[in-house]
Nanobody, 115 residues
Framework: QVQLVESGGGLVQPGGSLRLSCAVSGSIFSKRLMGWYRQAPGKEREWVASIGTGGSTNYADSVKGRFAISRDSAKNTVFLQMNSLKPEDTAAYYC?????????WGQGTQVTVSS
């Protein structure tokens, strides 16, 4: 069974940086596009970034130029480097496959951007 464990969130001031990690157990990591998503209070979950098995990346317009997604095949881990953080980036961040069928969602990691 696939398990997704996100970590690396925290409280950061506007303009700061954080690096999120997602440990992926199971076989999906080597076969599927992986993505990061976020959900702010009172809002629907939204896609943030994705990375293919060959390393190709895509980003939501709201984070383009500030966030960078990467993957480490040896560690079955997906990363999200977040720079120039803004208060509107505050949300719980999750990783999962980019397309259906999705794995069961992990617990997420909270990112709060505030002065």
């Amino acid at each position: 069974q696939v398990q997704l464990v996100e970590s690396g969130g925290g409280l950061v001031q506007p303009g700061g940086s954080l690096r999120l990690s997602c440990a992926v157990s199971g076989s999906i990591f080597s076969k599927r596009l992986m993505g990061w998503y976020r959900q702010a209070p009172g809002k629907e979950r939204e896609w943030v970034a994705s990375i293919g098995t060959g390393g190709s990346t895509n980003y939501a317009d709201s984070v383009k130029g500030r966030f960078a997604i990467s993957r480490d095949s040896a560690k079955n881990t997906v990363f999200l480097q977040m720079n120039s953080l803004k208060p509107e980036d505050t949300a719980a961040y999750y990783c999962n496959t980019r397309n259906a069928p999705f794995a069961s969602w992990g617990q997420g990691t909270q990112v709060t951007v505030s002065s």
